[in-house]
C-alpha cells in the first residue's frame, strides 16, 4: 500500500508559477511509476505528467512545455514546477503511483494510488 499527499496548490495569478509536491508513505520511489493528474470542474481526469523509475518524462501535449515532472528518490517526493499558468490550468491536482512495472501512461486506470489532491486557481 502506497500513501501520497500531495502539497504546494494555491492561488496565482495567469503567468505566474507553482511547484506542486507529493510525498509518498514508502521506502523509496525508485521503482514506482509516478504521475500527475488534474480535473476541472465538470470535466474529466487527465493526466498531466507520469515520471517512470528510469528514462524519459512523458507530458500532455497540450501543456506545451510550461510543466516540468521531477522526483527526488531519497526523499520520497514528486515535484511538479508549473510555469506561465493560465486560467484553463485551474484544477485540483492529483499524484497517483503504481508499484508495479508499467510503460509511462497518462491513462487514470493504470493507477491504483491516489492522494487527496491539492487546488490550484489561474486567476486572469
Known amino acids: 500500500q502506497v500513501q501520497l499527499v500531495e502539497s504546494g496548490g494555491g492561488?496565482?495569478?495567469?503567468?505566474?508559477?507553482?511547484?506542486?509536491s507529493c510525498t509518498a508513505s514508502i521506502?523509496?520511489?525508485s521503482p514506482l511509476?509516478?504521475?500527475w493528474f488534474r480535473q476541472a470542474p465538470g470535466k474529466e481526469?487527465?493526466?498531466v505528467a507520469c515520471s517512470p523509475p528510469s528514462g524519459r518524462?512523458?507530458?500532455?501535449?497540450?501543456?506545451?512545455?510550461?510543466?516540468?515532472?521531477?522526483r527526488d528518490n531519497a526523499k520520497n517526493i514528486l515535484y511538479l514546477q508549473?510555469?506561465?499558468?493560465?486560467?484553463?490550468?485551474t484544477a485540483m491536482y492529483?499524484?497517483?503511483?503504481?508499484?508495479?512495472?508499467m510503460n509511462p501512461s497518462l491513462?487514470?486506470?493504470?493507477?491504483?494510488?491516489?492522494g487527496q489532491g491539492t487546488q490550484v486557481a489561474v486567476s486572469s
Not at 492561488?11 to 506542486?20: E, I, N, P, Y
Not at 518524462?57 to 521531477?70: C, H, M, P, Q, V
Request: glycine share 8%; with cysteine.
Open 11 to 20: 492561488s496565482v495569478q495567469a503567468g505566474g508559477s507553482l511547484r506542486l
Open 27 to 29: 521506502g523509496t520511489l
Open 33 to 35: 511509476t509516478m504521475a
Open 45 to 47: 481526469r487527465e493526466g
Open 57 to 70: 518524462a512523458t507530458y500532455l501535449d497540450s501543456l506545451k512545455g510550461r510543466f516540468t515532472i521531477s
Open 82 to 89: 508549473m510555469n506561465a499558468l493560465e486560467p484553463e490550468d
Open 94 to 101: 492529483y499524484c497517483a503511483a503504481n508499484d508495479r512495472w
Open 107 to 114: 491513462l487514470r486506470l493504470r493507477y491504483p494510488y491516489w
